[in-house]
């Protein structure tokens, strides 16, 4: 009974670089969520998609920053051309529906990617 | 300015103690949710309510709704070390597509 994955755990990369972040939700869910979160803070959304399409994309940066959710394959999150403040800690969650969310089911998180730009 | 303010931001207290934990907003939630985060992994999902004035039991914590769905408590009986971790509340807001979390109140239990 897989969770939601996320690949990898730990990430490091030169300013300049890019940064490429993968979810796997969980069998049967089909909305997808990431949140980025600095040391001793909360959440911070970023993005929600559902397949092949972004529903919300409020909380990110309009440069550098973009996310995807293929028909196959996992979400990405891309960081292009990363800066120091990029570095913190990237979490994707997952739901079966919107609905299902409120009811008991919540968000199935990742345990995240670490990324650190040096 | 936060959506949701969770107060207090850090305690530390003795195991056997009792504590609650606030989670408040202007904003009218469809749900709220509280989330249990340990250091280096995702936030685990503790519980959801939804009706308003609504509180719901797990074990030692118990878990209130405001009667206006704009706020929730969270209060554990007997604190133990186990206990430890970042307690944050997240809420589904009327309008909005996604969970907003608030920054959390990071719990110390010591033995």
């Known amino acids: 009974n897989a969770g939601v994955m996320q690949n990898p755990r730990h990430l490091v990369r030169r300013r300049g670089q890019e940064a490429r972040l993968r979810c796997s939700p969980m069998?049967?869910?089909?909305?997808v969520y990431w949140y980025r979160q600095l040391p001793e803070e909360g959440l911070k959304f970023m993005v929600y998609?559902?397949?092949?399409?972004?529903?919300?994309e409020s909380g990110m940066p309009k440069e550098r920053f973009s996310a995807e959710f293929p028909k196959e394959g996992p979400s990405i999150l891309r960081i292009q051309q990363v800066v120091r403040g990029d570095s913190a800690a990237y979490f994707c969650?997952?739901?079966?529906?919107?609905?299902?969310?409120?009811?008991?089911?919540?968000?199935?998180f990742g345990s995240g990617t670490r990324l650190t730009v040096v | 300015t936060q959506l949701l303010e969770q107060s207090p931001q850090f305690l530390s207290i003795q195991e056997g103690e009792n504590l609650t934990v606030y989670c408040n907003s202007s904003?009218?939630?469809?749900?709220l949710q509280w989330y249990r985060q340990e250091p280096g992994e995702g936030p685990v999902l503790l519980v959801t309510?939804?009706?308003?004035?609504e509180v719901k039991k797990l074990k030692r914590l118990t878990f209130q709704f405001g009667d206006a769905r704009k706020d929730s408590s969270l209060h554990i009986t007997a604190a133990q070390p186990g206990d430890t971790g970042l307690y944050l509340c997240a809420g589904d807001v009327i309008g909005l597509n996604d969970m907003r979390f608030g920054a959390g109140t990071r719990l110390t239990v010591k033995p």
């Open positions: 309510v939804v009706t308003g004035g």
């Open positions: 069998k049967g869910h089909s909305h």
């Open positions: 998609l559902q397949k092949e399409n972004i529903i919300d």
């Open positions: 904003s009218v939630f469809s749900s």
């Open positions: 969650a997952s739901s079966p529906t919107v609905l299902q969310r409120d009811w008991n089911y919540g968000y199935t």
